[in-house]
Each structure stands twice: as C-alpha cells, then as structure tokens.
C-alpha cells in the first residue's frame, strides 16, 4: 500500500505544477478556461491520467483535448525541471464532465426553487 500513497502524494503535487503552468505559461489559447480537476497515477508513476474540465459543448472539450495534449511535452518537461522524479510520467488528457453536470443540476435546482416561490439562499 506504500506505493499507492506515494502515487497519490507525488499525484497531487504534479495535478498543481499542471495547474499552475496552464495558468501561467502554456500561452496556447485552446487551454483558456480549462481546470484539472483530478489525476490517477499508476503505482509505479509511470502513467498519469490528467482529468480536466472546461464548460461548452462538445467542440470545446475537442479543441481543449487537442490543445492540451500539444502543450503536453512542454508540461513534461517543466514538471521535471520543478519535481525531482525519477521518471516523469506520461500524461493522458481525460474529459470529466462533472464539473458540467454540477453546473447542470445547479440550474434545474435554481428552476425547481423559483417555481415553488422560494429563493435561493447563498
């Protein structure tokens, strides 16, 4: 169980060097507005699964894919320039449309509210 720890320490490290990197230095504009909401590294830290979120349509999602999987040797290389690793793993880019569907519900709860003549308490 040491190695599973381990894949989701260093995990979540790598998921806030990604962050910060789209944020800040991967100019590719196909990226604009997309959030890594999680990572599942392998236990040998070979292969990590990069899930990410963005809000519009399935064309979206497509150009972000595409946008993320370009800029994906640069993200390699600054995650081993930041992170001392023996291997830096190899990243997949995955859809997860949750953030979506969270936003979804939101509005058919905000819908169920105001046709019951309650507002919405923040």
């Known amino acids: 169980m040491l190695a599973g720890k381990r894949a989701l320490r260093v995990g979540d490290q790598i998921l806030k060097e990604i962050a910060i990197l789209l944020l800040n230095r991967v100019k590719d504009p196909r990226v604009q507005g997309v959030t890594v909401t999680g990572i599942k590294l392998s236990n040998d830290l070979r292969i990590g ?4 979120s963005i809000i519009g349509d399935r064309s979206e999602v497509e150009r ?3 946008g993320l999987n370009s800029a994906k040797g640069f993200i390699k290389r ?5 992170m001392k690793l023996r291997y830096i793993p190899e990243l997949r880019f995955m859809y997860d449309p949750s953030l979506e569907s969270g936003t979804h519900l939101d509005r058919i709860f905000e819908e169920i509210h105001k046709n019951e003549g309650v507002d919405r308490e923040e």
């Open 64 to 66: 972000a894919l595409a």
């Open 49 to 52: 699964t990069v899930f990410f």
């Open 78 to 82: 600054e995650i081993g320039f930041r």
